[in-house]
């Protein structure tokens, strides 16, 4: 219970965020210090550590342990990248998932691979209390060029990262998990769920109908 609860407050703050209440900036403009922000949050769990840069303002951070990242008001896209290698560019939005990366039919593959990499980077190894990305781990992951959509990806990432994968069915389920604890459709279908979504949908959707 302790966890639904924290999840669904990280995501009403992550709305508030994006709908321009709450958050940090990392642009150095010395602007309007109460201008709207422009952000949200990055789940599996929510992920410490991940870079991202926001465009068109070139606003740049680090996502924190909240998984929260902030743009400028006006920016409408933002690449994340786990040390200096890109994961991909997506539209800025309250939640990005490992799924915002990847459009259309087809591609749950590259969906679960990515969120097979972010739960083995953790590193307390229990993505259940938040993922923190390794830097050892990262360091690793920075020198080989595996695409998502390969289809060797987990022996090939477990060379490179010198430590097996999260298997596909504990990555699928944490991740499921996590949605559904937040109020959010699940990505994969027939993976089990262990918790119930009725109180947090209800916090999620009415936080966002006052964007």
């Not at 966890?3 to 403009?29: F, Q, R, Y």
């Amino acid at each position: 219970m302790t966890k639904i609860l924290s999840l669904s407050a990280i995501a009403v703050t992550a709305i508030l965020v994006g709908c321009g209440g709450g958050g940090s900036s990392s642009t150095g403009g010395g602007g309007n210090p109460a201008a709207a922000k422009n952000g949200g949050i990055f789940v599996d769990s929510p992920v410490k550590g991940l870079s991202y840069v926001c465009q068109a303002s070139g606003t740049s951070g680090k996502t924190d342990a909240a998984g929260r990242y902030d743009c400028a008001a006006g920016d409408t896209t933002v690449t994340f990248a786990i040390g200096t290698r890109n994961i991909g560019t997506t539209m800025i939005a309250p939640v990005i998932t490992p799924r915002s990366f990847f459009n259309g039919t087809g591609r749950d593959d590259e969906i679960l691979n990515l969120a097979q990499l972010l739960q083995t980077m953790d590193k307390d190894g229990n993505p259940d209390n938040g993922i923190e990305l390794d830097d050892a781990v990262v360091v690793n992951w920075q020198s080989n060029h595996t695409g998502f959509d390969n289809a060797a990806f987990d022996s090939l990432v477990s060379n490179e990262l010198g430590k097996t994968l999260v298997s596909e069915s504990t990555a699928k389920n944490h991740l499921n998990n996590t949605l559904s604890s937040m109020g959010l459709d699940s990505i994969f279908s027939g993976s089990s769920s262990s918790v119930s979504s009725s109180s947090s949908s209800s916090s999620v959707s009415s936080s966002r109908s006052h964007c």
